[in-house]
């Protein structure tokens, strides 16, 4: 089938084209968003950030002025909050060969049946810091034992290796643990939830009729997000741009490495588990912890219904062999039109989809959203520990009162959820038949889903949003 790599030229058909900032290790652009489109996301979501932004500065300074920040945490505190929020999608369940020299001495001294987890924050050393602020390549070290303790065994900052009796250093250490996984959750392993659909979306918008059962089911899924991806890479008022003009960027880097460190959540790192290449996955994602299996579960709940859309698409679709291949020429991993009617292929696809730019992403964003700020901290003003013996310091010397101000108005404006339109309320144009009641019935099968939760409930099911709108 010939491919039409031209279309993004074309104003009113959103294509796929080559990253302009990194063409070789980041998801396709779509940068010809229809204006239609570009207005509705004005309407909304853009109305929504001036409302917001109206009251902000007020309840930013208030805010900065009753709360601490940063936030000290307990080993116990922080070994939660690597393992039982959002912020396990950082973590590895395996230590890789590298890691050997710097916790090998961990792994022999433990107990029968101890199992070590990292954390690891390497791609912290392409930040390109702004004066006065420090960032430094820092892993955590994890040990989950067989009776069910868990504990943070050791932090490794810069390549030395401190323990929790190493006293200030490591005190230390955890701010540097705190700040790493602060940055990365929010600019390199939340990135596939946003930028590969954007690939979908377009060329479903493009190729497919209007009337084709696929295009019908994820049409919902894609309002605003293709504007939305626009304004948050490429615009200069960008949160990632980190210019210092706007009070809302709160990062301690130059943008330029900000977006560099921004690939290692898609092209990964060789060799470094906690930094999987990326690719479209075949079916359950395999995330770790409770959060893992909250998300596989509302997966679960939303596959039988993509089930009865793909159930309607005829094998000899050219239609959709020809979707097929032009987004896996984008999406590494994507079954391409040999593959994409294959038994469940098309079903799993189409789930992924529902299940990344609704129930994935926004649990992501109320998991980070309802962690207290001062224990994510993005900027730093010491420097890292750089021996085990380091003289007392003050947690106020770590951060000022601006490093505060400017990661609530982030907070307030794009870290937190904040949803329009909530995927409980979602319709869908499917002509009648089993499509059509299938999509009725959907909602009545999240709240089924959701009531059957096998674990503690990460967002609540009112506050899903029902596409990719912050």
Known sequence: MALRPDLYKVRNRPWPQPCPLFPDSFPAAVLNVPLREEADFAMNVGKRYAKIMSGAWARGLAWVARNPYPVSLTDDELTSLLLDTAIIRTVSDRL???????????????????????????AQSVLKLLPGMYA?????????????????AAIAVNNLVLRPEDGHAWRLAKFFLQQSFSQHITTCHHVALHFYFDTVNAVT???????????????PHFRWSLALSESALYSGASVLSNRRIFPYTPFGAESSSIYLQTTFGCIGIEGNSCY????????????????GHYLRHFYRAILPFTSVVADMVPRHDS??????DHIAEWVPGFPDGSRILEPGRLAHALAHTVWGTTVAHAADHYGLGVIAIGKLPYRLRLPPPASRDIPAFKDSDLCNKEDAFRHYLCWELFLRETTISRLVDVKYDFAPGAAAEAGK?????????NASLPTREFIPLERISVSIQF
């Open 205 to 219: 918008k493009s190729l497919l009729p209007k009337d084709h059962p696929i295009r019908q089911l994820l049409t």
């Open 96 to 122: 890789d060969p590298k890691d050997e020299p710097l916790f090998g001495e961990f792994v022999k001294s433990a107990p029968a049946g101890a199992r070590f987890w990292k954390a690891d924050y390497s």
């Open 276 to 291: 999987p290449k990326y690719q479209w996955p075949e079916g359950e994602t395999a995330i770790l912890g409770e959060y």
């Open 319 to 324: 239609h959709v062999r020809l979707w097929a």
């Open 441 to 449: 019935r959907f909602p009545q099968d999240l709240r089924a889903a």
């Open 136 to 152: 430094a390549p820092t892993i955590g070290l994890l040990r989950l034992d067989s009776g069910g303790k868990r504990s943070l």
